[in-house]
Nanobody, 120 residues
Framework: QVQLVESGGGLVQAGGSLRLSCAASGRIFRLNTMGWYRQAPGKQRELVATISSGGSTTYADSVKGRFTISGDNAKNTVYLQMNSLKPEDTSVYYC??????????????WGQGTQVTVSS
């Protein structure tokens, strides 16, 4: 019923930048929050950043000052601008969306993940 399509991952040198995008489509009545999580091999998935429909943002301490999350409500799209990347940012990044469908059901959806690799 809902699809989240991510793009923008890749390989970058330390200190470089990448921009991730995630577009939500389907029977969406209202997007409440969108966000990015990441999971490195052997580690738990962790929150990176979230943004509400009203524009309020939260960030993990490890990315504050380097990453910026933004959204385009008209396009149901969220972006993650990642600057000053570090090797420890290497992970699979997952898009997340909390939303309400047209039938009133609220649920959380995940994208398929996009790999970000930062070389030292």
């Amino acid at each position: 019923q809902v699809q989240l399509v991510e793009s923008g991952g890749g390989l970058v040198q330390a200190g470089g930048s990448l921009r991730l995008s995630c577009a939500a489509s389907g029977r969406i009545f209202r997007l409440n929050t969108m966000g990015w999580y990441r999971q490195a091999p052997g580690k738990q998935r962790e929150l990176v950043a979230t943004i509400s429909s009203g524009g309020s943002t939260t960030y993990a301490d490890s990315v504050k000052g380097r990453f910026t999350i933004s959204g385009d409500n008209a396009k149901n799209t969220v972006y993650l601008q990642m600057n000053s990347l570090k090797p420890e940012d290497t992970s699979v990044y997952y898009c997340n969306a909390g939303l309400m469908l047209w039938d009133g059901v609220t649920d959380t959806y995940w994208g398929q993940g996009t790999q970000v690799t930062v070389s030292s």
